[in-house]
């Protein structure tokens, strides 16, 4: 069996954002790598959306981004603007061709089905697996989304709808999400932030339609492209191995209030890369410590109040939007994080602290 230096297990966002980051700062010139991922073929299968609050290495597989964005409650409608940090989205597809090509260039670089066809035993291991059982009694971010084409121009692609609570929650939170790619064509996505017992939450193809033509008043359209996924809002309980780094979800890469992960990988990466010979000797890294605490309130809120939650995510955006986008993205600073805490309901956030 082959020897590596460097074994990734997962070759999807995680695993291919690293091993791009290695491939381009020269650090697999002289170094073996193998990247352990099951599927024959890549594909678009996902769209990543995040606010731009760092440059990142794949601006050219932006689909779009928007400076302008709502928030629809019973309460109210909220139009907000943020030159200073867009909204971005990525096609999946298009990363994953930029990365396989870049990587087909460099021999070192080497695909397996399967991690029982090498030798890692002395290999320095990152892993972007989730291999804990799933708890369905935990809380999740789980959604379905259409993209949809129109025959006419329908949507003001200038603006993007982050949160529309205007809907069914069956005591749960329950919101729809829309990215107009350009005047004829969009992204329309409902989300769950629920557990996964529930079935009656999941019937997404009903939901969406039902949105699209009564909310929406689009009764033609043709479905383009759809994906479907859960993020788990809690911390996986995976096993620490010598020598193996988790990285991606696996490694707390997902911001748990939000499920935003892309750019905290595109973080992590860099900073394997820049400290690729001292990695035993260096702390690890995370999101922060405080984001983690802040995080696990919220979800406790969340989870026994989410009859308040449309109202809490509505308050939480009468802040600057520069601030709330920094907070959502760990970046805030102590005056920001007041300025947050200070638009939440008091009584509700003290008894889940307490």
Not at 207 to 218: A, P, R, V
Not at 291 to 308: R, S, T
Request: positive net charge; aromatic residues 14%; glycine residues 4%.
């Amino acid at each position: 069996m082959k020897e590596f230096d460097y074994v990734i297990i997962g070759g999807g966002c995680a695993g291919l954002s690293l091993a791009y980051e290695l491939e381009i700062n020269g650090k697999l010139k002289n170094k073996t790598l193998a990247i352990i991922e099951p599927r024959q073929d890549y594909k678009r299968d996902k769209t990543w959306s995040f606010w731009k609050v760092f440059n990142h290495n794949f601006e050219d597989c932006v689909i779009k981004s928007w400076n302008n964005f709502s928030i629809n409650t019973s309460n109210g409608f909220n139009e907000l603007m943020t030159k200073e940090f867009p909204y971005q989205s990525i096609d999946s597809g298009k990363f994953y061709k930029k990365i396989n090509t870049k990587l087909s260039t460099n021999s070192n670089i080497s695909f397996y089905k399967d991690l029982i066809q090498i030798d890692y035993k002395d290999s320095i291991v990152f892993n972007s697996v989730n291999d804990s059982v799933i708890d369905k009694k935990n809380l999740f971010q789980h959604f379905q989304g259409f993209e949809i084409e129109t025959e006419k121009d329908i949507f003001d692609d200038e603006i993007f709808n982050l949160m529309d609570f205007n809907c069914d929650q069956k005591g749960e939170v329950h919101f729809f999400y829309t990215l107009p790619f350009n005047k004829k064509r969009a992204l329309i996505e409902t989300t769950w932030l629920s557990n996964l017992e529930n079935q009656n939450l999941m019937d997404y193809d009903l939901q969406l339609e039902n949105y699209i033509k009564n909310k929406l008043g689009i009764k033609n359209y043709k479905i383009v492209f759809t994906e479907k996924g859960m993020i788990p809002l809690y911390t996986p309980k995976i096993k620490y191995k010598k020598n193996e780094i988790n990285i991606g979800s696996a490694g707390g890469m997902t911001r748990l209030s939000t499920g935003y992960t892309f750019l905290n990988i595109q973080e992590h990466s860099h900073y394997i890369q820049k400290n690729l010979d001292n990695l035993t000797k260096i702390e690890k890294f995370n999101i922060g410590k405080k984001y983690e605490f802040l995080d696990k309130i919220f979800l406790k809120v969340l989870k026994n109040n989410p009859k308040k939650m449309p109202n809490i995510f509505y308050k939480m955006f009468e802040c600057s939007p520069a601030t709330v986008i920094k907070f959502l993205s760990n970046k805030s600073n102590l005056i920001e994080d007041i300025n947050i805490i200070r638009k939440m309901p008091k009584l509700t956030f003290i008894k889940a602290l307490f």
